[in-house]
């Protein structure tokens, strides 16, 4: 197996895949143009920030696996991956901790403006009168926008500071918002209207991307607080911009719109980050998020190299245009499945998904197969009257 990490991860990574079967390239300061160039005959690419286009996975003519080091898949060209036959896998979870600690510490920042002190103070100035004004944060209401596991880190979080708690996501019920002991929210917009702070952790999705809008933002309270450490382009960065003059919003970014792909980089991103509370997208950047997400890698190289099947795939069929499921149990000997993928060719079913089953003993095995139309009787009968064949069903999938 030969494997390019494209992007910074923990020194670990490498130490738990190297092995003598495994060929391994860390090349971490790889750009999304150089990437294609690089890609070579890896088969699994590992990548953390850097881009993966469809110019890379054209180029990638070994490429199985692709790997995201975090949680979203939004900088990978999934659909090309998928075209390709290229699985996409992802670390859900991992750097949770990291990302809330962080939206945490931004709320904290803005209430107590404790960017504009210390610049003040390192420009030798002692503004107490005016940097000793804030709300304060306990009894507050901190509304959340996205309930997945970072939203429910900040929830935790946000309890432990005696906050109130009003949430919205697509996946919150009534129900299980009284479980989380926090209010439900019907709307983005009711969020909006009742909470002091406003706290996002949405994916970037065509539903997502520009939510926070010049609407949603008219309806928060002035002088309330926002903060994002999801994705930019949740933000409607004109009408932000806008709202933080009319409405002395107070807000905390990690993430913009146009930032730049390269740790180090001028950002001259229209004068948005000077008005805000503001740091370089390094909201999973700690050395616990870095080493879980590392174990996750492995974890999942690992999967892939015993199975043939990764863990956390993102990009299978949501529902298999399978019509009949065939099972065949046989006697585990050279070719009897090859036969009977040869009898279904001829006839024109189509194979959607296969699972072969090995018993205790490797003497027999169960062959399950998704196939796409109902096989004739004379081809069933064909079949099951192998020499090798214990017993042939077939049965129709649910529509």
């Excluded at 150089?34 to 990638?60: E, F, Y």
């Excluded at 880190?153 to 009284?178: F, G, H, N, Q």
């Excluded at 370089?280 to 099947?309: C, K, N, Y």
């Excluded at 046989?330 to 009898?343: C, E, K, P, S």
């Amino acid at each position: 197996m030969r494997i390019l990490i494209a992007d910074k991860l923990s020194d670990s990574t490498v130490q738990q895949l190297a092995d003598p079967h495994t060929e391994i390239r860390f090349q971490p300061d790889l750009s999304e143009e150089q990437l294609p160039d690089a890609i070579g005959d890896a088969n699994v690419l590992v990548v953390r920030s850097t881009k993966v286009t469809s110019a890379t996975i054209d180029l990638a003519a070994h490429l199985s696996l692709i790997i995201r080091a975090g949680a979203g898949v939004n900088t990978i060209d999934v659909e090309t991956a998928s075209s390709r036959g290229i699985y996409v896998t992802n670390c859900p979870g991992k750097n949770s901790d990291a990302v809330a600690e962080l939206a945490i510490g931004l709320l904290i920042a803005c209430d107590r403006r404790i960017v504009d002190a210390g610049v003040a103070m390192r420009s030798g100035q002692w503004r107490k009168k005016e940097f000793g004004k804030a709300a304060g944060l306990r009894g507050r209401r901190l509304g959340i926008l996205g309930l997945g596991t970072i939203g429910r880190a900040v929830v935790r979080r946000a309890i432990a500071l005696e906050m109130s708690v009003t949430a919205w996501s697509r996946s919150l019920t009534p129900e299980i918002a009284d479980g989380l002991g926090i209010k439900f929210a019907p709307t983005p917009l009711d969020v909006a209207r009742t909470s002091d702070a406003v706290s996002l952790h949405l994916a970037a999705t065509k539903d997502t991307v520009g939510l926070v809008d010049a609407e949603f933002l008219s309806q928060m309270k002035p002088g309330s607080i926002l903060v994002n450490t999801s994705r930019g382009d949740i933000i409607d960065t004109a009408a932000l911009k806008l709202a933080i003059a009319e409405k002395n919003l107070r807000v905390g970014l990690d993430v913009f719109a146009d930032e730049p792909a390269d740790g180090t980089a001028d950002f001259l991103d229209s004068g948005l980050a000077q008005l805000v509370t503001a740091t370089p997208h390094i909201g999973a950047s700690t050395e616990q998020a870095s080493q879980a997400i590392a174990d996750e890698v492995v974890r999942i190289v690992r999967s892939f190299r015993e199975t043939g099947r990764p863990a956390n795939v993102v990009n299978l069929c949501a529902r298999s245009p399978a019509t009949h499921s065939l099972v065949v149990r046989h006697f585990n000997r050279v070719g009897v499945i090859a036969g009977v993928l040869d009898a279904l060719r001829e006839e024109g079913v189509n194979v959607e998904e296969m699972d072969n089953t090995i018993f205790d003993g490797a003497s027999a095995a169960c062959c399950t197969l998704q196939l796409d139309q109902a096989p004739s009787t004379a081809l069933l009968t064909a079949i099951e009257a192998g020499n090798d064949v214990l017993q042939v069903t077939l049965e129709a999938r649910d529509s």
